[in-house]
């Protein structure tokens, strides 16, 4: 049972500790990935379910157009998804907005005696835990890639890769997709693909698209 709900939830992510994006600094980038697997890999207790599995698409217009009547600002974990891999997020705070705007769009719509509303309540709770994590989480992803950098300068002929043994992030964090419905149009096949590319690392875990994100302009070029 669904119903429209006139109050707007009180969440708000604090505004202490931003990571902004600095060039050749990953730390704005490997954040947010941190907190959004945290969120998009947590199991619900006792279930073989995701918690955020309800909030992977927003409703389909066509079966529930009073939702879009509710929110006006729709937004799911694939369009939070696409951005963290299109790099749009220039500030930490964005992509927290993000977050809060999707747990806040399920509290406004989801009556409090659903299960949506419930699991809105534990992924807000769940993010907040994360983000408090994600700093020292962070370094030390960061302290390991450091170390493995120097070993590799120390033996140049050493096979390279992760020094944990573990695949790389974007080997380790398969894409979200919801199994359960119709099969992938040709427009998300291509933004699922832009994604895999996009995100794909070398065995140092360095972008290997990074080089190719901006076109170079044309006094470069010329010179």
């Known amino acids: 049972m669904k119903r429209k709900r006139t109050e707007m939830s009180e969440t708000s992510p604090s505004t202490d500790a931003r990571p902004k994006r600095r060039r050749n600094d990953t730390t704005l980038l490997d954040t947010i990935q941190f907190i959004f697997d945290c969120l998009r890999n947590q199991r619900k207790q006792d279930e073989d379910v995701y918690l955020c599995e309800a909030f992977l698409r927003v ?4 079966s529930e157009p009073q939702y879009f009547e509710v929110v006006s600002k729709p937004i799911d974990m694939l369009k939070i998804q696409q951005k963290i891999k299109t ?13 809060q705007l999707l747990v806040d769009n399920a509290k406004l719509y989801y009556a409090k005696s659903t299960e949506e ?4 309540c534990d992924l ?3 993010f907040e ?4 994590r994600a700093p020292d ?8 890639k450091q170390q493995q950098i120097d070993d590799d300068e120390k033996f140049p002929g050493k096979k390279k890769g992760s020094s944990s043994g573990r695949p790389s992030r974007g080997a380790s964090a398969p894409l979200i997709r919801d ?13 699922e693909l832009f994604g895999c590319i996009v995100t794909a690392r070398d065995a140092d ?6 080089v190719f994100r901006v076109l170079p302009s044309e006094e470069v070029t010329l010179q």
Not at 59 to 62: A, E, I, L, Q, S
Not at 117 to 120: G, L, P, V
Not at 129 to 132: L, N
Request: charged share 45%; aromatic share 10%.
């Open 59 to 62: 409703p389909k217009k066509r």
């Open 124 to 126: 807000w709770k769940l």
């Open 179 to 191: 199994d359960s419905g119709p099969a992938m149009d040709e427009a998300s096949a291509i933004k």
């Open 87 to 99: 790099d749009q997020y220039d500030e930490l705070e964005e992509f927290c907005a993000d977050i």
């Open 117 to 120: 509303f419930k699991d809105a």
């Open 205 to 210: 875990d360095r972008l290997l698209s990074y």
């Open 129 to 132: 835990e994360s983000r408090a």
């Open 137 to 144: 989480e962070v370094k030390e992803k960061q302290k390991q």
